[in-house]
């Protein structure tokens, strides 16, 4: 797989159709999720986020990294979601990332790695809008360790499996202890459910990757 041609395709798509959002973010959202989003302007005033969403090459394939959060006592414990936390004052939502990388799976990006930014996602419950920063990579990463007070697993997939229909399934999920929503739209990623601001974030790629 040459990167250059895969950045270039993925930025003249973007430079031709922009990108989806909510048209992408709609088929894996919550019940109420975009509501939430377009009222949190008057309404709130969200804690900034920045996630890594890692592309890199792997046996002519695309590949990308998610990891496991342990379970702890908070909104989003035991989830699967990209490397990522809020942002420090002294630091752009880039930097964020890239340092959220280097603390959660040791891997060590670049600005220059950064190659566009997808739609902002607000996470009602936790009040956070989180800023999808894609960075390719032009091999892939080695020597890749979770930080074992935040990342329980860390978890290579291919990035074709988010074409694939059978993927994405439903199912009641537990949002709080005192929440449960029914019929949750999430992929079904190596037997983990990826569902939430992470759905979302990759039902967007999905639509940059379709061609």
Same mark, same amino acid.
Request: proline share 5%; net charge positive; with cysteine.
């Given at each position: 797989?040459?990167?250059?041609?895969?950045?270039?395709?993925?930025?003249?798509?973007?430079?031709?159709?922009?990108?989806?959002?909510?048209?992408?973010?709609?088929?894996?959202?919550?019940?109420?999720?975009?509501?939430?989003?377009?009222?949190?302007?008057?309404?709130?005033?969200?804690?900034?986020?920045?996630?890594?969403?890692? &592309?890199?090459?792997?046996?002519?394939?695309? !590949?990308?990294?998610? =990891?496991?959060? /342990? #379970?702890?006592?908070?909104?989003? *414990?035991?989830?699967?979601?990209?490397?990522?936390?809020?942002?420090?004052?002294?630091?752009?939502?880039?930097?964020?990332?890239?340092?959220?990388?280097?603390?959660?799976?040791?891997?060590? &990006?670049?600005?220059?790695?950064?190659?566009? !930014?997808?739609?902002? =996602?607000?996470? /009602? #419950?936790?009040?956070?809008?989180? *800023?999808?920063?894609?960075?390719?990579?032009?091999?892939?990463?080695?020597?890749?360790?979770?930080?074992?007070?935040?990342?329980?697993?860390?978890?290579?997939?291919?990035?074709?499996?988010? &074409?694939?229909?059978?993927?994405?399934?439903? !199912?009641?999920?537990? =949002?709080?202890?005192?929440?449960?929503?029914?019929?949750?739209?999430?992929?079904?990623?190596?037997?983990?459910?990826?569902?939430?601001?992470?759905?979302?974030?990759?039902?967007?790629?999905?639509?940059?990757?379709?061609?």
């Amino acid at each position: 797989m040459n990167t250059e041609v895969f950045k270039t395709f993925l930025l003249s798509k973007i430079k031709e159709e922009g990108l989806p959002g909510d048209l992408a973010h709609q088929d894996l959202a919550p019940l109420k999720r975009l509501k939430h989003r377009l009222k949190i302007a008057e309404n709130t005033n969200p804690v900034e986020a920045s996630v890594a969403v890692v &592309l890199f090459p792997s046996k002519n394939k695309i !590949k990308s990294i998610l =990891i496991k959060r /342990p #379970v702890y006592r908070g909104h989003h *414990s035991g989830q699967i979601s990209f490397p990522g936390g809020k942002r420090e004052l002294s630091e752009s939502l880039i930097e964020t990332a890239i340092r959220e990388c280097k603390e959660e799976i040791g891997l060590q &990006l670049s600005k220059k790695e950064m190659l566009f !930014k997808l739609s902002d =996602i607000y996470i /009602p #419950v936790s009040n956070f809008m989180i *800023s999808p920063n894609v960075f390719v990579l032009d091999q892939e990463p080695k020597g890749l360790k979770p930080d074992k007070r935040e990342v329980e697993e860390i978890i290579l997939f291919d990035t074709d499996v988010l &074409l694939d229909k059978k993927v994405r399934k439903s !199912k009641d999920i537990r =949002i709080t202890s005192q929440l449960r929503q029914k019929d949750v739209p999430y992929f079904d990623i190596q037997q983990k459910v990826v569902w939430g601001a992470t759905a979302m974030i990759l039902s967007e790629l999905a639509f940059l990757l379709k061609k």
